[in-house]
């Protein structure tokens, strides 16, 4: 797992924590809702989660497809070339 994957990760977890606690504040002051409800509030809270997290870690990252060498040569030549041309 990559450092940016675990920041995605960790702050995600931390988002839908807060949104969990607005929820059942908002449904405990102010909003009459049976027992039940707090249950459900929990599991879409969860499975939001798990699904934002598995669709991220599925997107690929373009920096992974691309060969480091190769854009260390491009680089190289593109600064040689410029200095060329003044």
Known sequence: MKKKDLVFTIGLSIL????????VLAMGL???VRPKAYL???I???????????WHSMK???????DPKRQ???RKTTKKK???KK
């Open 30 to 32: 102010w909003i009459p």
């Open 40 to 42: 459900f509030w929990f």
């Open 72 to 74: 260390k040569y491009m």
């Open 60 to 66: 690929e990252d373009e920096s992974d497809l691309k």
């Open 16 to 23: 839908m924590g807060v949104i969990w606690v607005l929820g």
């Open 44 to 54: 879409g809270i969860v499975v939001t989660t798990l699904v934002i997290s598995v």
């Open 82 to 84: 410029k200095k060329k």
